[in-house]
Antibody
């Protein structure tokens, strides 16, 4: 059974870069799209973007200029980097396999000095 | 961007009674491949969302047959035939036909 385990810091300073990693266990990272989604009280569930195992990506236009999603198939991991964060980026961040049938446990990220 | 509007925002149901909720999209969720990319998720308190229904009416593996999805085009419905205490949480619809992928604002089910 495929499981997703998220890792990364829960506190990020304003203007810095948020970095999270999702490790896929119990199955291969190949052949699927892998998503990042966040959830906040203000915006609800918001799709950030996805990456295919080949490395092709797509992201939400509202975040596109700040989002980098990468993949390491040898380690069965994919990662999110969100640059120039502000308090508005405070949220619970999830990774999920497309079509969001498997989710990570969620990481609460707070942007604060 | 496709906007999904869910109604009602909250629902209080007696155990054993049915429940129904709606999701309306600003554009059709029917893709050129003939599939309709409408999904339903349940987020139980303190948990990540979990997939219930995909492509309008297909139940995901392990999902109780008390849950059923229906609809077409822009209008979709999730029904629970007999609500149980474990069904408490927030139900979200999601569309995957166009990017960006978007979610509804959720319907909170209470017992």
């Amino acid at each position: 059974q495929v499981q997703l385990l998220q890792s990364g810091p829960g506190l990020v300073r304003p203007s810095e870069t948020l970095s999270l990693t999702c490790t896929v266990s119990g199955g291969s990272i190949s052949g699927y799209y892998w998503n990042w989604i966040r959830q906040s009280p203000v915006k609800g569930l918001e799709w950030i973007g996805y990456i295919y195992h080949t490395g092709s990506t797509n992201s939400n236009p509202s975040l596109k200029s700040r989002v980098t999603i990468s993949i390491d198939t040898s380690r069965n991991q994919f990662s999110l980097r969100l640059s120039s964060v502000t308090a508005a980026d405070t949220a619970v961040y999830y990774c999920a396999r497309d079509p969001m049938d498997v989710w990570g446990q969620g990481t609460t990220v707070t942007v604060s000095s | 961007e496709i906007v999904l509007t869910q109604t009602p925002l909250s629902l209080s149901v007696t155990p054993g009674q049915p429940a129904s909720m709606s999701c309306k999209a600003t554009h059709s969720l029917l893709d050129s491949d003939g599939k309709t990319y409408a999904y339903w998720y349940l987020q139980k308190p303190g948990q990540s969302p979990q997939l219930l229904i995909y492509e309008v009416s297909s139940r995901f593996s392990g999902v109780s047959d008390r849950f059923s999805g229906a609809g077409s085009g822009t209008d979709f419905t999730l029904k629970i035939s007999r609500v149980e205490a474990e069904d408490v949480g927030v139900y979200y619809c999601m569309q995957g036909v166009n990017h960006p992928i978007t979610f509804g604002q959720g319907t909170r089910l209470e017992i």
